[in-house]
């Protein structure tokens, strides 16, 4: 190599350290001093054995005003067709949140709805930002949530299972489809609007969307298009407490909350399909609602969007009802503890999350694997069959419930 010629790489060498430093510090700065994330290609294999697959996130954009419900495109990053999926399902997302530069990273589990119909390119996902209770005070805001919209950008990846989930619409029937969603609750909703007006024409499907105000009314342009586009499309908007600014009449149709009183008076006489997700009060005014006016169960399809909302436990078939005449004794060896199981609870995470003992979770039903602890002794029955797969020697706590004493790892 002639002197120029070294000279000139030495000095390209020189400056691309130069920049790269000021990449770095860009960046740093960006998150606030958080130890950069690991979701690179190296950290991220494409597919795993344990179903993990890369995503990039190809877009985002927030779908309402405030700001609060923040759109993620993902594509695979092997570039390859993502697989047809029931609108109504949901990722499982593995996060692995820096805690400090020196402690390694916490990886955590949390499932979010796919909210736009199938397509072969990409997933979107749509997150709603959880703030902390108002109290006690000191509690942190929601962490999964607060990473994906303050860390997250779009270049970045994330790892997430195939979608799963049992709260799927009907796509063999043409029996009118009604959507009762709350607040983010509407994000399995959009999935399942999109594709029945796309591919059943004729169908008749009604949503009931309750959110605050204008600020929380997410997808508006959205909905009203497809509201406007489809005679058979019927949006009703419920604000429970309107801003000074909103017009009843034109951002919305009610103030209050959507109840049985409402659907009575507006949804015509014959057989429905009914479609719930949103909040804890809702669920639990609206599931059992719908049975009293005579709604049979097999036409109430509903979720719960886990700890965050997951007041209203819905009772599980197989589940020990009553209590028990003699307790079972539940021990869960790393946290040192042992409590008497009497039947109380609809399955052993709940029983777990009751006696303070934390053991991680993700969808609460059996599909992401998140709560798979080691079952040391004992057995457990499941009140259906998982979609996760379950080793041999472990339990899916989130929907086992005891036949016998256990001890658990957890
Ligand atoms: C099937 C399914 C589908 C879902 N789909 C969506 C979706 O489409 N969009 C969406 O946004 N979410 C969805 N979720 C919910 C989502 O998975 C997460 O639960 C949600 O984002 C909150 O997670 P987080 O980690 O941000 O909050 P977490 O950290 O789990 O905290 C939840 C709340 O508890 C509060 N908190 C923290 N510590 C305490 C404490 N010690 N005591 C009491 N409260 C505390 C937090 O401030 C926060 O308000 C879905 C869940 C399921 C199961």
């Given at each position: 190599?002639?002197?120029?010629?070294?000279?000139?790489?030495?000095?390209?060498?020189?400056?691309?350290?130069?920049?790269?430093?000021?990449?770095?510090?860009?960046?740093?700065?960006?998150?606030?001093?958080?130890?950069?994330?690991?979701?690179?290609?190296?950290?991220?294999?494409?597919?795993?054995?344990?179903?993990?697959r890369?995503?990039?996130?190809?877009?985002?954009?927030?779908?309402?005003?405030?700001?609060?419900?923040?759109?993620?495109?993902?594509?695979?990053?092997?570039?390859?067709?993502?697989?047809d999926?029931?609108?109504?399902?949901?990722?499982?997302?593995?996060?692995?949140?820096?805690?400090?530069?020196?402690?390694?990273?916490?990886?955590?589990?949390?499932?979010?709805?796919?909210?736009?119909?199938?397509?072969?390119?990409?997933?979107?996902?749509?997150?709603?930002?959880?703030?902390?209770?108002?109290?006690?005070s000191?509690?942190?805001?929601?962490?999964?949530s607060?990473?994906?919209?303050?860390?997250?950008?779009?270049?970045?990846r994330?790892?997430?299972?195939?979608?799963?989930?049992?709260?799927?619409?009907?796509?063999?029937?043409?029996?009118?489809?009604?959507?009762?969603?709350?607040?983010?609750?509407?994000?399995?909703?959009?999935?399942?609007?999109?594709?029945?007006?796309?591919?059943?024409?004729?169908?008749?499907?009604?949503?009931?969307?309750?959110?605050?105000?204008?600020?929380?009314?997410?997808?508006?342009?959205?909905?009203?298009?497809?509201?406007?586009?489809?005679?058979?499309?019927?949006?009703?908007?419920?604000?429970?407490?309107?801003?000074?600014?909103?017009?009843?009449?034109?951002?919305?149709?009610?103030?209050?909350?959507?109840?049985?009183?409402?659907?009575?008076?507006?949804?015509p006489?014959?057989?429905?399909?009914?479609?719930?997700?949103?909040?804890?009060?809702?669920?639990?005014?609206?599931?059992?609602?719908?049975?009293?006016?005579?709604?049979?169960t097999?036409?109430?399809?509903?979720?719960?969007?886990?700890?965050?909302?997951?007041?209203?436990?819905?009772?599980?078939?197989?589940?020990?009802?009553?209590?028990?005449?003699?307790?079972l004794?539940?021990?869960?060896r790393?946290?040192?503890?042992?409590?008497?199981?009497?039947?109380?609870?609809?399955?052993?995470?709940?029983?777990?999350e009751?006696?303070?003992?934390?053991?991680?979770?993700?969808?609460?039903?059996?599909?992401?694997?998140?709560?798979?602890?080691?079952?040391?002794?004992?057995?457990?029955?499941?009140?259906?069959?998982?979609?996760?797969?379950?080793?041999?020697?472990?339990?899916?706590?989130?929907?086992?419930?005891?036949?016998?004493?256990?001890?658990?790892?957890?």
């Amino acid at each position: 190599m002639t002197a120029p010629l070294l000279l000139a790489a030495i000095s390209a060498a020189i400056l691309l350290q130069v920049a790269i430093g000021i990449g770095v510090g860009f960046w740093r700065l960006r998150h606030k001093g958080l130890p950069p994330l690991t979701l690179t290609s190296e950290a991220l294999p494409t597919t795993t054995g344990t179903g993990w697959r890369a995503f990039r996130v190809e877009g985002e954009a927030f779908e309402d005003q405030a700001r609060t419900q923040r759109s993620l495109i993902l594509q695979p990053t092997d570039g390859m067709p993502l697989p047809d999926f029931a609108p109504g399902q949901y990722l499982t997302l593995s996060i692995d949140l820096p805690v400090s530069p020196t402690e390694p990273k916490r990886m955590i589990v949390r499932c979010y709805s796919l909210s736009d119909q199938p397509n072969a390119q990409s997933y979107r996902i749509t997150v709603k930002r959880m703030p902390a209770p108002a109290t006690p005070s000191d509690l942190p805001p929601g962490v999964a949530s607060s990473f994906l919209h303050d860390v997250v950008q779009v270049g970045d990846r994330l790892r997430s299972k195939a979608p799963a989930g049992q709260f799927v619409l009907d796509r063999e029937s043409d029996v009118p489809a009604v959507f009762l969603a709350g607040g983010i609750g509407v994000t399995p909703m959009i999935s399942m609007i999109s594709w029945s007006l796309t591919h059943q024409a004729g169908r008749r499907l009604s949503l009931f969307y309750g959110v605050r105000n204008r600020a929380d009314h997410a997808f508006k342009a959205l909905l009203e298009g497809f509201a406007q586009a489809y005679p058979t499309f019927a949006l009703t908007v419920l604000y429970n407490a309107p801003g000074r600014a909103d017009v009843e009449g034109q951002d919305f149709h009610h103030t209050g909350f959507i109840d049985i009183a409402l659907l009575k008076s507006v949804l015509p006489h014959g057989q429905h399909q009914f479609y719930v997700c949103g909040p804890p009060a809702m669920m639990a005014a609206l599931v059992p609602g719908l049975t009293d006016w005579g709604v049979p169960t097999r036409d109430i399809h509903f979720e719960s969007f886990g700890p965050a909302s997951s007041g209203y436990v819905p009772p599980v078939a197989g589940a020990v009802a009553a209590s028990l005449h003699k307790p079972l004794t539940i021990q869960f060896r790393r946290s040192g503890r042992s409590v008497g199981w009497n039947g109380e609870d609809v399955n052993l995470l709940d029983f777990a999350e009751r006696h303070g003992i934390l053991v991680e979770s993700g969808c609460r039903s059996g599909s992401c694997g998140a709560c798979e602890t080691r079952l040391v002794s004992g057995e457990v029955r499941y009140a259906k069959k998982t979609d996760a797969e379950v080793p041999a020697g472990a339990c899916l706590l989130c929907v086992a419930t005891p036949v016998s004493n256990l001890v658990l790892e957890a």
